[in-house]
C-alpha cells in the first residue's frame, strides 16, 4: 500500500540531514550587532549517507536584498542537490539597510572558503565546490565569482587562506544589472533598498564589467517575459563571459513569471532542472 502524505513528508524531512553554521565564529566583518539579521550562516543539507559524490555547492536565495526566499531558491534547492548526492550549503547573507553591499559579497566570498577549509570534515572534493544563486543571489552569485581570490596564504585566518572562486556557478533569473543608474539617476538597487541609498555608491557592483577569463564555466537559465528582471541584463553578461573564453551554458524560455525557482508546476520551467543536470554531469560535478 502506497505510504500517506504525511508518511512522505517525514521519510523525506528525515532523508536530509541538516545542520547550520556560522560564517565567522565572532561578529561578521561589519555587523554592528549580534542580531539574526547581521550574522551570516550557512545551512549544511547533507545528502542520505553513502550517496555523497564529494561535490558541494552554496546556494543563495534571492530576495531583492531585503529579504530571503530561503524556501523556493533555498531549501528545495538543497534538497535537489543532496538527492543527487551533492552537499548543499543554503547562504543566509546579510541584508536589507545594515547590510549593503558589498556586505553581503563578503558572505558569499567567505561561504566558498569556509566549505573549502572544512573539506575534510564534510568529505568534500575543495576542486568541486560551486555556487547557484537566483535573483539577487543570482547577482551575489556572480559578482562573488568575478571578484573572486586565491586567499591571502598570510592570513592568520585558515578559512582566509583558502580561494573564494566557485569552481562552477549557476544563475536562474540573476538580478544582474540591479546597481545600473537610469537617465532619472535611480537605479533598481536604491529602489528596493529604500531612503539613504545613494546609487553612485553602488554602481560598481556590475558583474557584467567584472568578467575576466578566470570565471568558472556557467550555466544560466532566464525568462523572455520576466517583468521584474529583463532578460536583456543576462544576455550582455552572457556577451561578456564568451568574449573572455568562458564555458557558458545559457537558456531563455519564452515564458515564466519571476521567482519560481526550479520551476515549480509549470511543465516547461520544470524542464530547465534536467537541463542543469545534463550540464553538471558533463562538467564532472557528479563524478564519484
Excluded at 545542520?19 to 561578521?28: I, M, Y
Excluded at 526566499?69 to 536589507?96: H, K, M, P
Excluded at 577569463?213 to 528582471?229: E, L, Q
Excluded at 525557482?261 to 553538471?280: I, K, T, V, Y
Aim: proline share 7%; aromatic share 10%.
Amino acid at each position: 500500500m502506497a505510504a500517506a502524505p504525511a508518511q512522505d513528508a517525514a521519510r523525506d524531512a528525515a532523508f536530509i540531514e541538516t545542520e547550520v553554521v556560522r560564517l565567522w565564529p565572532g561578529r561578521a566583518p561589519g555587523a554592528t550587532a549580534d542580531t539574526t539579521e547581521q550574522t551570516p550562516t550557512m545551512t549544511i543539507f547533507r545528502p542520505q549517507k553513502g550517496q555523497a559524490n564529494g561535490a558541494a555547492v552554496v546556494v543563495a536565495p534571492g530576495g531583492g536584498y531585503i529579504e530571503l526566499a530561503d524556501n523556493i531558491e533555498g531549501r528545495q534547492v538543497a534538497d535537489w542537490f543532496a538527492s543527487r548526492g551533492v552537499t548543499a550549503f543554503v547562504l543566509r547573507y546579510r541584508y536589507g539597510p545594515t547590510a549593503r553591499l558589498p556586505m553581503p559579497l563578503l558572505d558569499g566570498a567567505r561561504a566558498i572558503r569556509s566549505i573549502r577549509a572544512d573539506a575534510a570534515k564534510y568529505g568534500i572534493d575543495p576542486a568541486r565546490v560551486g555556487m547557484i544563486g537566483f535573483s539577487a543571489g543570482g547577482h551575489l552569485s556572480a559578482m562573488t565569482a568575478a571578484t573572486a581570490d586565491r586567499g591571502r596564504a598570510t592570513a592568520t585566518d585558515p578559512v582566509e587562506r583558502q580561494s573564494s572562486r566557485p569552481d562552477f556557478l549557476i544563475l536562474g533569473y540573476p538580478w544582474l544589472e540591479a546597481t545600473v543608474i537610469d537617465a532619472q539617476g535611480h537605479s533598481p538597487y536604491c529602489t528596493f533598498a529604500g531612503k539613504g541609498c545613494d546609487p553612485k555608491l553602488y554602481e560598481r557592483f556590475l558583474p557584467a564589467r567584472a568578467v575576466t577569463a578566470a570565471m568558472p564555466p556557467t550555466f544560466i537559465y532566464h525568462t523572455s517575459n520576466d517583468v521584474v528582471v529583463k532578460a536583456d541584463g543576462i544576455l550582455r553578461f552572457y556577451d561578456a563571459l564568451q568574449a573572455m573564453g568562458v564555458a557558458t551554458e545559457l537558456h531563455v524560455f519564452a515564458k515564466g513569471s519571476h521567482g519560481t525557482g526550479l520551476g515549480g508546476s509549470d511543465p516547461a520551467l520544470a524542464r530547465w532542472p534536467e537541463l542543469m543536470e545534463h550540464w553538471l554531469r558533463a562538467n564532472g560535478v557528479f563524478r564519484r
